[in-house]
């Protein structure tokens, strides 16, 4: 809970755009995504987790959706992702789960290795012109992890 209420307030410094991957998914709007999404999905935040492997923050930054990049300069991008997502600055491997998605829309749980860590993130993504690109990344809760 403590992670999740300090991307909040990262959040609203700017980073807004981000929202749980888990709302559409529960309510039945998406699909399991075909091969060829699948594969672009999947290509596109492998592309970011090897531009952050490889320190290239402005091109892991390029991966993000046009909103997005609208409202969070590369700066805030870039402290947002070392503040609260270091899993994801240090990875060092990925493994993505089932792709879902509405055609505009995506959504994909990925599991994140870093050398001295791991964590499983929600990812969005959303359907532009230049292709798929990433709308938010939340830290992923399992069911019933609120509960006592």
């Given at each position: 809970m403590k992670r999740w209420m300090t991307i909040a307030a990262a959040l609203a410094g700017g980073f807004a755009f981000v929202a749980p991957a888990r709302a559409q998914d529960e309510d039945g709007g998406t699909h399991a995504s075909k091969p060829d999404v699948r594969k672009e999905v999947v290509a596109v935040i492998e592309a970011q987790l090897t531009a952050f492997r490889a320190g290239e923050l402005?091109?892991?930054?390029?991966?993000?959706?046009?909103?997005?990049?609208?409202?969070?300069?590369?700066?805030?991008?870039?402290?947002?992702?070392?503040?609260?997502?270091?899993?994801?600055?240090?990875?060092?491997?990925?493994?993505?789960?089932?792709?879902?998605?509405?055609?505009?829309?995506?959504?994909v749980r990925v599991h994140v290795f870093a050398k001295d860590a791991d964590a499983p993130y929600d990812y969005v993504l959303v359907k532009e012109r230049a292709g798929w690109r990433i709308s938010g990344v939340l830290p992923h809760r399992a069911a019933g992890a609120d509960r006592l």
């Open positions: 402005k091109k892991a930054y390029s991966f993000g959706a046009a909103a997005l990049r609208a409202q969070t300069p590369l700066r805030a991008f870039v402290a947002i992702v070392q503040n609260n997502y270091p899993e994801i600055l240090a990875n060092t491997r990925a493994e993505f789960g089932l792709v879902r998605d509405d055609g505009q829309r995506a959504t």
